[in-house]
């Protein structure tokens, strides 16, 4: 059994070397071909620089609650490195319209990938001819790469560095929205508790003038000397007291509004808490990135491999010639033996 399985493995070997020698000329050729347009198609591609730039996203949502906030948690720290939650936000801003447009415009993408506005589906091309040259990812660490492939090495590191800087122009453009109109908000709420204060001032301000100072030590006072005054017999002394009771008697609401005063003027400070923070919020701007690594212009470049495609090219074709005539064969062998 063994002689008989060599004998099998030696006529196969036979065989496929029999094979090989008798289509050598279409595989030759058709390699040969095969590596000469590879070639070819390989010169003709546009050489291609990559520039990339690496970063990482910071945990800050709100400048206030950072900085000046009591309530801060310390996942607000400026300094703190953001997770994959805070990555995720990243890039989904990369591939955001806003910076889509404005890296387009800035740099004439329409004319610089040589796009014919008048032609079929220019836009179409742009956005094939953007994501195929622009691309973000994440890394395992949680940083975000910014891989950008140009004909101009120059170009290519500058759309990076600026895709990188509009992170933060974007970031600060879509917080400012929400928080200016907080600040509204918030600024309203305190000029009307100001202005309520004011009013109970003003209030205490009038009964001042009336000679109510301290209505409860007053009263107090004065019923003492309107006793005194009755069991002397002052009568004069009497009717002044009464009248100065009267006049304290029209003040009676001074407890009230001094209460009220009290409150309000404790709302007032929360109030003016939230409101410096929102202050803050809508007049200030951070950044929301750290920059491990900018792009700088590449000394090589990094499209196409024009090896690779050589060799693949050339494989490819040799192989698919090799599958072609192994099929020819075996419909040959199969008519051989049906006669």
Not at 98 to 114: C, E, F, Q, S, W
Not at 233 to 262: H, P
Not at 306 to 322: C, D, P, Q
Request: include cysteine; charge should be negative; charged fraction near 25%.
């Amino acid at each position: 059994m063994e002689n008989n399985a060599t004998n099998n493995n030696d006529i196969n070997s036979g065989n496929l070397i029999v094979f090989f020698y008798r289509w050598r000329k279409p595989l030759i050729m058709v390699s040969v071909i095969a590596a000469i347009c590879s070639i070819i198609v390989s010169l003709i591609i546009q050489d291609k620089y990559k520039s990339t730039v690496v970063l990482f996203p910071t945990t800050t949502s709100s400048i206030s609650k950072a900085l000046i906030s009591e309530n801060n948690t310390g996942k607000e720290d400026v300094m703190q490195l953001g997770e994959e939650e805070e990555a995720e936000q990243m890039l989904q801003i990369l591939n955001s319209e806003r910076i889509k447009t404005r890296i387009i415009d800035k740099y004439n993408l329409m004319k610089h990938y040589d796009i014919d506005e008048g032609g079929k589906h220019p836009y179409t091309k742009l956005q094939k001819e953007y994501e195929g040259n622009i691309s973000f990812t994440r890394t395992e660490f949680m940083s975000v790469e910014i891989n950008v492939l140009d004909h101009s090495a120059d170009t290519a590191a500058l759309i990076a560095n600026d895709i990188a800087n509009l992170i933060d122009t974007i970031n600060n453009e879509m917080r400012k929205e929400v928080a200016e109109q907080a600040y509204k908000i918030v600024e309203q709420k305190y000029n009307d508790q100001k202005h309520a204060i004011k009013v109970l001032e003003d209030s205490l301000s009038v009964l001042r003038k009336m000679g109510v100072i301290d209505y409860e030590s007053q009263a107090e006072r004065l019923t003492e000397q309107l006793a005194i005054a009755i069991v002397q017999g002052k009568s004069n002394a009497v009717k002044e007291l009464e009248r100065r009771l009267n006049i304290l008697g029209e003040g009676g609401s001074a407890v009230i509004l001094t209460n009220q005063l009290e409150f309000e003027t404790e709302k007032l400070t929360l109030v003016h808490a939230k409101y410096e923070e929102a202050k803050l919020d809508a007049e200030s701007s951070l950044q929301h990135k750290f920059i491990v690594d900018s792009a700088f212009p590449a000394e090589k470049k990094s499209y196409p491999i024009r090896w690779l495609i050589v060799v693949v090219s050339t494989f490819s074709a040799f192989l698919l010639t090799l599958i072609s005539l192994l099929f020819v064969e075996s419909i040959k062998s199969i008519d051989f033996k049906n006669q």
